[in-house]
């Protein structure tokens, strides 16, 4: 469903033009909303399960930094921000922290986990 939302909301309704197939054969996203509707219908198998895991983790992690932290915690964006500038002595506050820490290890972690997650897509 979430693939389907996200080409949808991407390429609007369906049009009957070759240049709207072209764009929607290209887009990985619709490429992966086959691969889930194959996946629904055969045999599972728990392997193929390890990259949505990953990049289940990867979306949380960032949802929840850019988008919820900030509704509950309002000047945390700014408060790293300023962190990350290096302005004086600034104390992040326990928001502050997570959002920071959800970042660096974000930033750190995101190459490396989407390389591995590469091999076992192909595996």
Not at 22 to 35: A, C, G, S, T
Not at 53 to 81: D, K, M, N, W
Not at 87 to 100: E, I, N, P
């Amino acid at each position: 469903m979430s693939y389907a939302i996200v080409i949808y909301k991407t390429y609007g309704p369906p049009q009957a033009n070759l240049a709207f197939v072209h764009r929607l054969i290209v887009d990985e996203n619709v490429e992966y909303l086959l691969l889930a509707g194959m996946w629904l219908v055969a045999k599972p198998m728990v392997v193929t399960l390890v990259p949505f895991i990953v990049f289940s983790l990867f979306h949380v992690v960032s949802y929840t930094r850019s988008s919820l932290i900030p509704v509950f915690f309002p000047g945390v964006a700014a408060e790293v921000q300023r962190a990350r500038q290096g302005r004086g002595d600034v104390r992040l506050s326990m928001a502050g922290r997570v959002s920071k820490l959800m970042g660096d290890w974000s930033s750190k972690y995101h190459i490396p986990a989407m390389r591995e997650v590469a091999v076992w897509e192909v595996a």
